[in-house]
């Protein structure tokens, strides 16, 4: 089966450091892809290269036969991203930034509505809905960034270490959902735990 995400001799070099060079896989639909290395070695810019907000020095990046170069416009809302550091507008409530975020994705106001709540109830924060995001901790921030991310219902689906700063449960609970959407996905998961990694996932890479 041909890959849905295709990483195609991608180079990047910041400060005269070679952070990615010539990197290369692909990702089908269904799979978990971790990716592992130490700190600084590239692997958030990969994920900042793949939603264009880092320029790559070389190579190519294919999402279902599309060229990124050439058709970037309808590859970025196929993607669902949750960075390693949250970004909400704090201005704006839980329900208001998730809203924000689907209406850009182009959710009409009934769909978008089901799931915002959806997502609310599954990763356990409907009580918080309504509360500004300055009041939010740390811990339910990142499930408010995967229920953002997961919106749209994405095809591709990048998370930059997403359950370092999580308990067990909300761990466990973030890895069952994982399993509950993988099939019509291709994820890609930036890790240190090389434990969850050999749990589960069939496939990791390591970046040097």
Known sequence: MAAYLSINKIGKKINNKNLLADLSFGVQK????????????????????????TNKDRGQIFVDGM???IRKEEILPKIGYVPQIDIFDNNLNVYENLFFHGELMGLNTLKLKDQILHWAERLNFKQSLYNSISIISSSTLKKIALSRAL????????????TSSLDYFDKNLIFEIIQEIRSNKSILF??????????????KILIN
């Open 30 to 53: 269904g799979e978990l892809l971790f990716i592992l290395g130490k700190s600084n070695s590239g692997k958030t810019t990969l994920f900042e290269i793949i939603m264009g907000f």
């Open 67 to 69: 060229d990124y170069d």
């Open 151 to 162: 919106i749209h219902n994405p095809d591709i689906l990048l998370l930059d270490d997403i």
């Open 190 to 203: 930036i890790t240190q735990d090389f434990n969850n990694s050999d749990i589960y996932s069939y496939r």
